[in-house]
């Protein structure tokens, strides 16, 4: 018997495939996850090993400089702390709420954290294997990922890297 959804993943557009993909990864990962973690604190967690950076945090720096100017900011800032302190609650990163950096407030991965998102990059990767995906569509996904970073990253570029 054909699978019961043949004929509407015939019928999307790419767009709506890369969504498929992209929830169906997000949900073999939350599945297999040692922790309960909503799909926004992995992606949060994601950020955090990104941020550790230098670069990155050189980046977020002159971010926070442009911001601060901002009453908007500073009235969400907040807001953007909860979201760092439920990953902070399980354990996953430690905040510093007055780094010597230039920074309002810095995160840091503990080794919990840093197992965790090893665990999720496992994960991601036995999802390629369980889904089929070869070096073929690998390369293909390549091309396309840098053709699209471009839009992204012109947008950010606009912006100034404040969003």
């Known amino acids: 018997?054909?699978?019961?959804?043949?004929?509407?993943?015939?019928?999307?557009?790419?767009?709506?495939?890369?969504?498929?993909?992209e929830e169906s990864k997000m949900t073999y990962v939350r599945e297999n996850l040692s922790i309960f973690l909503h799909e926004n604190q992995i992606k949060l967690l994601k950020q955090v090993r990104k941020h550790?950076?230098?670069?990155?945090?050189?980046?977020?720096?002159?971010?926070?400089?442009?911001?601060?100017?901002?009453?908007?900011?500073?009235?969400?800032?907040?807001?953007?702390?909860?979201?760092?302190?439920?990953?902070?609650?399980?354990?996953?990163?430690?905040?510093?709420?007055?780094?010597?950096?230039?920074?309002?407030?810095?995160?840091?991965?503990?080794?919990?954290?840093?197992?965790?998102?090893?665990?999720?990059?496992r994960l991601e990767s036995e999802w390629e294997d369980v889904v089929g995906i070869t070096d073929s569509d690998t390369e293909t996904l390549k091309k396309i990922a840098l053709d699209a970073f471009e839009i992204s990253y012109k947008h950010k570029k606009n912006r100034q890297f404040i969003f």
Do not use: W
Not at 1 to 21: D, Y
Not at 82 to 107: A, F, M, R, S, V
């Open 1 to 21: 018997m054909a699978h019961p959804h043949t004929k509407a993943i015939e019928k999307m557009s790419a767009s709506n495939l890369i969504g498929v993909i």
């Open 52 to 121: 550790e950076k230098p670069h990155h945090k050189k980046i977020r720096v002159k971010q926070f400089e442009k911001a601060k100017k901002d009453d908007l900011f500073n009235m969400h800032l907040g807001l953007y702390l909860k979201k760092y302190q439920k990953l902070e609650k399980y354990g996953l990163i430690e905040i510093d709420l007055h780094p010597q950096n230039g920074l309002e407030y810095d995160c840091a991965l503990t080794s919990k954290g840093s197992d965790i998102l090893d665990e999720i990059s």
